[in-house]
């Protein structure tokens, strides 16, 4: 199995709170991914970052913002977090010139 | 456009039973791959095959096997003599060749295997 975490693995955050989730990979991929998982959507793309400090929007990038500043690590943050973000949200990893996506075990985020 | 269509939303098989799972993608590019994945109850994503768009040979893995078709857009996944533990939700995802590797996810289709 592919070492990626994502903490926390549960959060209930408050309307209006800042949130922010990590991904963490042991495998020095160069790309990292964030989506989120919603009924009836499938997984759509939040964010991704192509190396350190590179990083560039996906389709439902509205309300979150991250940063790379290390190989390893992967932050998406919820500046203000409101209920249509609560979700089920999943880090990825994929490497040039191998582009299957490895996933982490995702965390579950409930905003009240 | 680019998509992925999984019409079936769930499918309800007794074990035993075979059952094919449908994808139907929609590129203008002419290099592609196409991906399954498989989600368990217990949440993780599962990579269960990658196909690329200049190879068109099914393949087979066990119980699974997936057929491609260009001239149809398909990228259909069979699993034959369905167990319980096939029970998950399967998606199918399409990306290109050029660097960044995005996916285009499926809505994914819940396999429900029923002893």
């Known amino acids: 199995d592919a070492g990626i975490t994502q903490s926390p693995r549960h959060k209930v955050t408050e309307t209006g709170t800042p949130v922010t989730l990590r991904c963490h990979q042991t495998?020095?991929?160069?790309?990292m991914y964030w989506y989120r998982q919603d009924p009836g959507h499938g997984l759509r793309l939040i964010h991704y970052s192509y190396g350190v400090k590179d990083t560039d929007k996906g389709e439902v990038s509205d309300g979150y913002s991250v940063s790379r500043s290390k190989t390893e690590d992967f932050l998406l943050t919820l500046e203000s977090a409101t209920s249509s973000q609560t979700s089920v949200y999943f880090c990825?990893?994929?490497?040039?010139?191998?582009?299957?996506?490895?996933f982490g075990p995702g965390t579950r985020l409930t905003v009240t | 456009a680019q998509k992925v269509t999984q019409a079936q939303t769930e499918i309800s098989v007794v074990e035993k039973e075979d059952v094919t799972l449908d994808c139907v993608y929609e590129?203008?590019?002419?290099?592609?791959?196409l991906f399954w994945y498989k989600q368990p109850p217990s949440g993780e994503l599962v990579f269960l095959i990658r196909r690329n768009s200049f190879d068109e040979q099914n393949e087979i893995s066990g119980r699974y096997s997936w057929n491609f078709q260009k001239s149809t857009s398909s990228f259909n996944f069979t699993i034959t003599a369905s167990q319980v533990v096939d029970s998950a939700v399967y998606f199918c995802a399409l990306t290109f060749t050029s660097g960044t590797y995005k996916y285009i996810f499926g809505t994914g289709t819940r396999l429900k295997v029923l002893a």
């Open positions: 590129t203008r590019d002419t290099t592609y791959y």
């Open positions: 990825a990893i994929s490497e040039i010139g191998r582009n299957e996506q490895y």
């Open positions: 495998e020095n991929h160069r790309y």
